[in-house]
């Protein structure tokens, strides 16, 4: 508006000066024709004179053109595809490179509780379809067993501790836990002592493939692995008494977890 104004005043004073310039023609040639100039063409040169003026201060009055890019532009960055053109850049953590495993938790987070269930969403009875679209299944192949025969094994992470799965017949049987992370209601697990597990209801002690398995009433699935000898010195079976008195400070280094049978 101010470019405008400015130059609306500077036609208007030439226009004043221009009414009062007086004009001399000169006498033409001999032979040649001559018209001085009369209202039409004042007025004719008046206007061009106007829009002349209007336009060299309307361009001196407009600042320079910058290229510029506004901070916070939503506009995302692009790269070139190599074809002349350009693609918005992925943003981060929405690529296909994001890992999907982020979602197989085992619906287990924190301290994973241990059940007569499983671990979560990891529990004896269900098939390996099933373990590896809910949980993170780092490994599954054949392995060589207790008694050395070849078995099925998954290994499955949950809140980052691993546990390994028995498979048979495309269902998982077993669960073998040796981390002391997982507890039960009653924080019992790896490293509780076998006195204890001597003194709950129901308690029995029993030889398995490679040590002593200690049973109590609370927990119908859960076995509870012991390093010891399989009998007493004397000869016999172990009690919770005698086991108790000859080795109630040993730990449990390993829980197996299968299905209650009632």
């Known amino acids: 508006m101010g470019a405008l104004a400015a130059g609306a005043l500077a036609a208007g004073a030439l226009t004043v000066r221009l009414t009062r310039l007086t004009i001399q023609p000169t006498e033409p040639a001999s032979g ?117 025969m070849m078995e099925r094994i998954l290994v499955v992470d949950v809140a980052g501790e691993t546990v390994r799965a028995l498979v048979n017949e495309n269902r998982i049987i077993r669960l073998d836990v040796r981390t002391p992370r997982y507890l039960t209601r009653d924080s019992l697990g790896v490293d509780t002592s076998l006195g204890r597990l001597a003194a709950m209801r129901g308690a029995q002690f029993h030889p398995g493939e490679d040590g002593i398995y200690a049973f109590v009433a609370a927990h119908c699935a859960l076995s509870f692995r012991f390093s010891l000898p399989m009998r007493p010195p004397a000869g016999g079976v172990w009690t919770a008494r005698t086991i108790n008195a000859a080795h109630g400070d040993a730990a449990v280094n390993r829980i197996l977890v299968t299905e209650c049978r009632t």
């Open 32 to 148: 040649t024709a001559f018209a001085p100039f009369g209202p039409m063409r004042l007025q004719s040169v008046v206007a061009v004179l106007i829009v002349a003026a209007g336009c060299t201060i309307s361009e001196k009055s407009q600042p320079p053109e910058v290229d510029t890019v506004a901070v916070g532009s939503a506009t995302e960055p692009t790269e070139s595809t190599g074809f002349g053109g350009s693609t918005p850049s992925p943003a981060p953590g929405t690529g296909s490179d994001s890992a999907s495993g982020s979602s197989r938790t085992c619906g287990a987070y924190g301290m994973p509780l241990l059940t007569d269930r499983g671990i979560g969403a990891l529990t004896p009875g269900m098939t390996v379809d099933e373990a590896k679209r809910l949980c993170d299944v780092t490994s599954d192949a054949r392995v060589p067993g207790s008694e050395g």
